[in-house]
């Protein structure tokens, strides 16, 4: 459906491999300035070397409040923290600064994974003569553990803390739909404001996918095993891709209504314009066909009012493996014809849950300056991949608007579209 409300982004915020905050994001994308290392926990161990994209310059201590919280928050939720942080400094919200009853929080996050740390002691009282014996967990492993550690890993934390320290008593939601959460997130977002249940929402998503049990899974997520630097591991759309790349990061924007930004003298960045969510029921274990793909940037096309032609720029899912590359691309080209288009996930990987958020940031500091931005490791053309790929250095954006695409493996897709302020 068509956005009624004249909603605007008057804040961002952005944690991730190539930068805290939006100065750091940006001008490593436009220095062509990658985030992805090899992966120092899997130094010995035995399997291929993989390539990983982490935050490594970020102290939570110094935004968290009150900082006892960091008692109580995962890797995940300490970057949704400090992204939400940040996107609501740049938006001028803090606390007693806006009427908190009018004030909500969405999140995206992903199932969080405890820490190995927290739980080895509680295994090791599960061992017998060598073998882990799940009867004693009730009884011997449960005292091992922190007595507030299930506060850690839910998904509804993110949301909850953002609230809670910036006093925003309005709808507060949470979003667990794998790499389309974010965008997922920030349209319910939109849709608090224009029910009238809010005036301003803080939306977006945080992931980690650096975590072990992630690497103990790995093989269904078809990861990169080769590549000779981790900064050309993750190859969208490039003919010699060979599979995705796991990273962590958070991102947030501060989504409001025109008339309670201009009330309180914030500039908007952008405005949302349309979004659009679609499904492919598939059978299990096999691959998606992008006809969902297809299905979301054609509504959310129609909702806009827009030709093809006004479509700025896509900001691709590229996840950098074989068939979901083949499938977006030819989804794109179907639907929107040549238009340009960039993939952030060469940059930082894969975020999971963090992944839209983070792009769709992207999408509006190239609005704001008027540049899309690269796609790293663009070398050779597929044939399969039938897009207009930006690589090399920056194109100029000739029309100030971008189509954000996220995707997952279950069959869900979202796209939104973004426009200029005015």
């Known amino acids: 459906m068509p956005i009624k409300t004249d909603v605007v982004i008057t804040g961002l915020g952005v944690v991730c491999p190539i930068g805290v905050g939006c100065d750091q994001f940006w001008e490593s994308l436009r220095r062509g300035r990658s985030g992805l290392r090899r992966a120092e926990i899997l130094d010995g161990a035995p399997m291929s070397p993989a390539a990983v994209g982490e935050v490594t310059n970020l ?4 935004f968290v409040r009150p900082r006892k919280a960091l008692k109580v928050m995962s890797r995940d939720i300490q970057l949704a923290f400090v992204a939400a942080e940040l996107a609501c400094r740049q938006a001028g919200i803090a606390p007693g600064q806006v009427d908190p009853e009018r004030l909500g929080v969405v999140f995206g996050a992903d199932m969080i994974s405890c820490e190995l740390e927290e739980l080895a002691p509680a295994y090791r009282q599960c061992l017998t003569n060598g073998s ?13 553990m922190f007595p507030l550690w299930m506060l850690k890993y839910l998904p509804n934390m993110p949301a909850c803390h953002i609230g809670i320290a910036l ?18 997130a920030i349209a319910e977002a939109v849709r608090v404001i224009e029910r009238g249940q809010a005036d301003a929402m803080i939306a977006g998503g ?3 996918r650096t975590h072990p049990i992630v690497w103990s899974r790995r093989p269904i997520y078809q990861p990169c095993e080769r590549f000779r630097d981790p900064a050309e591991a993750c190859r969208p759309f490039d003919a ?6 796991f990273g962590e ?22 405005r949302l314009i349309s979004f659009a969510a679609s499904f492919e029921p598939k059978p299990r274990h096999s691959l998606i066909t992008g006809e969902a793909i297809r299905s979301a940037i054609r509504r959310a096309l129609a909702d806009a009012g827009l030709t093809p032609q006004q479509i700025g720029h896509v900001n691709a899912h590229g996840l950098s493996t074989l068939h979901d590359d083949a499938v977006e691309a030819q989804a794109i080209r179907a639907e929107l014809g040549s238009v340009p288009v960039t993939a952030l996930k060469s940059f930082f990987g894969n975020l999971a849950a963090g992944t839209g958020a983070v792009e769709l940031v992207g999408s509006v500091l190239a609005i704001v300056h008027r540049e899309i931005p690269i796609t790293l490791n663009y070398e050779i053309p597929d044939p399969q991949c039938p897009i207009e790929v930006v690589h090399g250095q920056p194109a100029p954006l000739h029309e100030p608007t971008a189509l954000c695409l996220n995707h997952a493996w279950t069959g869900q897709a979202h796209a939104i579209i973004l426009g200029p302020a005015d």
């Open 167 to 184: 006093d925003a008593r309005g709808p507060n939601n949470s979003i667990v739909l794998g790499e389309v959460s974010s965008l997922a």
């Open 132 to 144: 882990f014996d799940s009867s004693r967990w009730g009884t011997q492993a449960m005292g091992e």
């Open 240 to 245: 010699r891709r060979a599979g995705q790349v």
């Open 59 to 62: 102290d939570a201590a110094q």
């Open 206 to 208: 945080t992931g980690c």
């Open 249 to 270: 990061g958070a991102g947030a924007i501060v989504l409001e209504r025109r008339e309670h930004a201009a009330a309180r003298g914030a500039r908007p960045l952008a």
